[in-house]
C-alpha cells in the first residue's frame, strides 16, 4: 500500500520540479566532495617563507596565508642552515608537496640530514640516514598526490646507498638497500631505483621496484665515467607510466615498462645532457650540457641549449641556447631560482638568454615559432600563474651594486599584451594560491645598511596594491620549487 501511494505522489509532481530537485542536489555534490578535495591550488593553500635577519642574526621558516592574517613559525637556525634542496630541471616536488602543506629542508653544516615539516602542526621530524650531497645532484622529493617522500642515504660509513620512502609522518614505507632514488610510477604503485657504488661511481642499472619491495631489472648497463661525475642522469616515467627513458653516455633512450630492447630517441650535441617531461607530460624538455662535471654545473657558468622532443612524432625544435644551468640564486640558496620554466599547461617556455653585456628574459611558445624578449638585465625571478595566463618576473638590473638583492616586478599576459609594472624594489614574490593576485616583499635599506621589507598584495593588472606587513626587519623570501 504505501509503495503504491508514493508512486502516486510521484506522479502527480511536475517533471521540472523533479529535475529541479535532481539539479540542486548534483550542485550540492559537487559542492561537498569539491571541498574535501585539496587541490594544489586551492585558496587554502599554505604560503611558505623564510624570515631573514642579521640582528641577531637568525633563518625562520614561516607559513602564512595570502592575507597574511596570521603566521606560523615551524623552524629557525641562527646560522641559516634550513635549506630547501631545489633538485635540479624536472626534479619537481623536490622539496615541495604539491599541495604546499609538507615540506623538507636540508640541514646540518653539510646540508646531509632532511627535515619533514607539517603546516597542520606537529613538530618537524628528522627523517633517517645522511643523504647524499646535494652538489651530486640526487633526486628526492614528493609523488604525484603528495603522500610519499622518497631520498637516498648513504650507509656503512659511505660504502652502501640506499632508497628510502616514507609516508607524511615520516614513517619509512620501503627501503632499498644498494640504490639510489630515481622517480615514482605517475600512479604511484611503483618506483625507479638505480643500483650504485659510492665507491667507484657506478651505476649498474634501472631497476623497478613496488611498494613491497619486489624489483624487476629493466636494465643493466655501468653508465661509467659520466656518472662519476655526478649522479644527474636519473631515469624516468612517461606520462603514462608505460615507458622508461633514461640515458647512457649522449643518448636518449626509452624502454617498456614491460622490458624488451631500449630504442634511441634522441642524441645530445654536447657533453652530456639531461631530459624530463614537460609540466602537462605532453613532449620532453632536453638540455644539452656543455659539461659532464656535476661539480662545474653547480659552482661555474655553463650554457646550456634548450629543446622539445615530440615522443609520438619525434620532432624536435630548438627553443634556446646559452641558457645558464642556475637552480637557486647564488647568494641566496633559500631561493630556488631555475633560469627557465614551463607554464604549468606545457604551452609556454619562460627562458633566460645569456648575451655579451646583459642577459634577455624570453617568453616562447613551444613550436619555436613566437618567441619574445621582455626585457634585458643582469639576472630575472619569473613565475607563472596556475592558468598559465600570466608570467610573473622581477628584473634585476645589478649583481653587485646596492640593488644587487631587489629588482623591479612585472605581470606580463601570456597572450602577448603589454606587461604591467607591479612595484620596484621587491626582493621575493608569490602568486597568491587563487591564482589572481600576487604577493611580494619589497626591501629598502637605510644609511646604516639595515633592510627593512614590508609586504604588499596587488591583482595581476597592477589595481589594488595593499600594505599587509609593514616594518618588517631583514629579508622575507618565499618559498617554492
Request: charged share 20%; proline share 6%; aromatic share 10%.
Amino acid at each position: 500500500m504505501k509503495s503504491t501511494t508514493s508512486n502516486n505522489l510521484l506522479r502527480r509532481i511536475p517533471l521540472w520540479v523533479i529535475l529541479v530537485i535532481v539539479f540542486i542536489l548534483a550542485l550540492f555534490a559537487l559542492w561537498f566532495f569539491a571541498a574535501r578535495t585539496q587541490l594544489p591550488y586551492s585558496a587554502s593553500r599554505p604560503l611558505l617563507y623564510a624570515h631573514i635577519t642579521e640582528n641577531p642574526p637568525d633563518l625562520s621558516i614561516n607559513y602564512t596565508t595570502g592575507s597574511w592574517k596570521s603566521s606560523v613559525k615551524l623552524d629557525h637556525d641562527a646560522d641559516g642552515n634550513l635549506i630547501p634542496y631545489c633538485g635540479y630541471f624536472g626534479n619537481s616536488n623536490s622539496f615541495l608537496s604539491p599541495a604546499g602543506d609538507y615540506f623538507t629542508l636540508r640541514t646540518g653544516a653539510d646540508q646531509n640530514q632532511i627535515r619533514l615539516y607539517s603546516t597542520h602542526g606537529g613538530s618537524p621530524v628528522t627523517l633517517a640516514g645522511k643523504t647524499l650531497s646535494p652538489s651530486g645532484f640526487p633526486v628526492e622529493g614528493f609523488s604525484k598526490s603528495g603522500k610519499m617522500f622518497a631520498y637516498s642515504t648513504l650507509e656503512k660509513d659511505g660504502k652502501e646507498v640506499a632508497t628510502r620512502v616514507v609516508n607524511l609522518r615520516g614513517q619509512e614505507l620501503l627501503k632499498v638497500t644498494g640504490a639510489v632514488f630515481a622517480s615514482f610510477a605517475p600512479d604511484e604503485s611503483r618506483l625507479l631505483v638505480m643500483p650504485y657504488n659510492p665507491t667507484n661511481g657506478d651505476v649498474n642499472g634501472i631497476v623497478s621496484v613496488n611498494l613491497k619491495g619486489e624489483q624487476k631489472a629493466l636494465v643493466s648497463l655501468t653508465l661509467g665515467a659520466l656518472t662519476r661525475q655526478g649522479l644527474f642522469t636519473h631515469p624516468f616515467y612517461s606520462a603514462d607510466g608505460e615507458q622508461v627513458y633514461f640515458f647512457i653516455e649522449k643518448k636518449l633512450y626509452r624502454i617498456s615498462t614491460l622490458g624488451g630492447e631500449p630504442s634511441v630517441v634522441y642524441t645530445f650535441k654536447q657533453a652530456a645532457g639531461i631530459a624530463y617531461l614537460t609540466p602537462d607530460g605532453s613532449r620532453v624538455a632536453l638540455l644539452d650540457l656543455a659539461t659532464d662535471n656535476s661539480v662545474a654545473l653547480a659552482s661555474q657558468y655553463v650554457p646550456i641549449r634548450v629543446a622539445i622532443l615530440d615522443p609520438k612524432s619525434g620532432m624536435v625544435t630548438d627553443l634556446s641556447e646559452n641558457t645558464p644551468f642556475t637552480m637557486s640564486r647564488e647568494s641566496f640558496p633559500i631561493l630556488c631560482e631555475q633560469s627557465m620554466t614551463f607554464s604549468p599547461n606545457g604551452k609556454s617556455l619562460a627562458v633566460q638568454v645569456n648575451g655579451e653585456k646583459s642577459t634577455k628574459l624570453v617568453l616562447t611558445d613551444l613550436e619555436g615559432k613566437n618567441p619574445k624578449t621582455l626585457a634585458e638585465a643582469a639576472t630575472f625571478t619569473f613565475e607563472f600563474t596556475p592558468d598559465s595566463r600570466y608570467l610573473l618576473y622581477t628584473v634585476r638590473k645589478d649583481l653587485m651594486g646596492p640593488d644587487f638583492l631587489r629588482g623591479s616586478l612585472y605581470s606580463q599576459p601570456v597572450d602577448g599584451k603589454a606587461p604591467v609594472m607591479i612595484d620596484e624594489n621587491v626582493f621575493s614574490f608569490r602568486v597568491v594560491p587563487t591564482g589572481k593576485e600576487v604577493i611580494y616583499a619589497r626591501t629598502v635599506q637605510d644609511l646604516n645598511q639595515q633592510l627593512t621589507t614590508e609586504v604588499f598584495r596587488a591583482n595581476l593588472d597592477g589595481t589594488g596594491k595593499t600594505s599587509i606587513a609593514g616594518g618588517v626587519p631583514g629579508l622575507i623570501a618565499f618559498l617554492k620549487n
